[in-house]
Every structure is written in C-alpha cells, then in structure tokens.
C-alpha cells in the first residue's frame, strides 16, 4: 500500500517533554499538510509544504512547534516542552500540484497524550 | 461564529434508510466542496470532491453544493452498518488562495442500525 503513513501512532509523554513525529506522503505527492483533530472536532490546519518549501503556517503553530521537510518528500512535526493542550490527534496529508490538487489524502494519525 | 457549521449529532438510522447530511458556511470564497468519512480512531477518508454549485452522484452517495445558499449535502442510500462513522465535510478557497488548505466542519457522527 503506498498511502500515506505516520509514526508512531500513539505517544505517551509527560507534560514538558519533547515529541517528534513522521509522515512518509505518498510518493508522486509534492504537497504535504498537517492537521490537528481534537475529540469532536474536525481536523484543524497547522501548516503545508510544496517540496520542501513550508509556504504557510496557521497561528495554531506555537513557537513551540516545528516542522520540517528536509529533502521534499517524509516531514517531521517536532513539538517542545509539550503541555496538555496539545493532546490531540496530529493528522498528516499530502496531494499533487496538478490535476486533483484538492484531493488531500490523510494518513492515520499520530494520537499524543501529555500526561 | 465558525466558517462551517455542521450538526454533530449523533444521528441514529435503521439500515436501508437515505441519510441526509449537511454542512452550512459562512465564506463565499469557497470553491471546492469534499466530504470525508471518519472510522473511529482511524484518520479522514475521501468520499466526494465537488466543484461550484451543483450534484455529483458516485454509487450509493450523492452530494449537493447549493453556492446560492451556502449549503451543501451529502446523501447515502440504503444505508449499510459499515457506512457507521463520522461524516466531516471540508471546504477550500480557489486555487490561488490559501493552497489547498481545508475548513472542516465539525463532523457528523452516523450510526446505521441492523
């Protein structure tokens, strides 16, 4: 299967700890988007990468958040002295820049716990 | 007031029923209409991508974009126990605005009954 993978799925961590996740997009993809999903909520929009260039970040992106896509294709979402708002599920999606730009395709999520 | 408004529900049907699903919104910059479905636990899954006003039809699912009203649908017939999940609409700008960055609503949750 080729879609769009995240890891680790689910973190535990303590209040001011740091976490670090991943997303491998799809490979043709050059597009590739965080969301954040509280329970209840639709997914909110964190940031987005054409290639490697990070073109927008919402203000939901705390100083204390950072992601980075070095070479253009896997991302990180890094988050630093973690506080229990940021318990959520960190959603990971990619698309093309051609022909069903719109079409986002979702990973299964990253689900944090701060303790 | 949020730019998408959708009703949470729970909305509980027998199966076989037509479940009608909507979302309203606020912004008439958006263009792109999608409704995605959400297993539990599980992340957003495409189900219909529209553009501007009008229905698309794919098997059992059908959406409706009414620009006019800023309303759109999305309706599932014969409904089926597997169809049980959160429904979540999603909107964007055109293409020179914003990317393709998504306003979701807060989704829907559906349960189909035996």
């Known amino acids: 299967d080729t879609g769009v993978s995240q890891d680790p799925r689910h973190k535990i961590t303590k209040r001011g700890q740091n976490v670090t996740f991943r997303c491998d997009p799809i490979?043709?993809?050059?597009?590739l988007y965080w969301y954040r999903q509280t329970l209840g909520q639709g997914p909110e929009f964190l940031t987005y990468f054409q290639n490697e260039a990070q073109l927008e970040k919402s203000r939901l992106l705390s100083d204390r958040f950072s992601a980075e896509r070095p070479k253009g294709s896997f991302s990180t979402l890094e988050i630093q002295r973690t506080e229990q708002g940021d318990s959520a599920m960190y959603l990971c999606?990619?698309?093309?820049?051609?022909?069903?730009?719109?079409?986002?395709?979702f990973g299964e999520g990253s689900r944090l716990t701060v303790l | 007031q949020k730019e998408v408004e959708q009703d949470p529900g729970p909305l509980s049907v027998p199966e076989g029923a037509i479940v009608s699903l909507n979302c309203t919104y606020s912004n008439s910059a958006f263009q792109y209409f999608m409704w995605y479905r959400q297993y539990s636990r599980k992340g957003p899954e495409l189900l219909m991508y529209t553009y501007s006003s009008g229905n698309k039809e794919d098997g059992r699912f059908t959406a409706q974009v009414d620009k006019s009203s800023k309303y759109i649908s999305l309706f599932i017939r014969d409904s089926q126990p597997s169809d049980s999940a959160t429904y979540l609409c999603?909107?964007?700008?055109?293409?020179?605005?914003?990317?393709?960055?998504?306003?979701f609503g807060t989704g829907t949750q559906l349960k189909v009954e035996l």
């Open positions: 999606a990619s698309s093309s820049q051609g022909k069903g730009a719109g079409e986002l395709f």
């Open positions: 999603a909107m964007k700008k055109g293409l020179t605005g914003g990317g393709n960055k998504l306003t």
């Open positions: 490979s043709e993809h050059n597009r």
